[in-house]
């Protein structure tokens, strides 16, 4: 996998990351904290995509052109 489409999927979340904590100057949240939600929000596609799938392909019929 080319670093061209990490940085293009990774770098839009990563701004608004940016852009949001850099907003909250009065009581900004602990990096870590932030961090470990943005991390849990990565991890938390892959099974959200494959009951999508599953639910569409088996539940409701819906054969996805994939």
């Known amino acids: 996998m080319s670093w061209y489409y990490l940085f293009v ?8 990351l940016w ?25 938390s596609i892959p099974p959200t995509f494959l009951i999508e799938y599953l639910l569409q392909k088996k539940v409701f019929g819906i054969d996805l052109a994939l």
């Open 9 to 16: 999927v990774f770098a839009p979340a990563a701004f608004t």
């Open 19 to 43: 852009f949001v904590y850099m907003k909250d100057k009065w009581e900004p949240e602990p990096k870590l904290q932030i961090l470990k939600i943005f991390l849990i929000g990565i991890v």
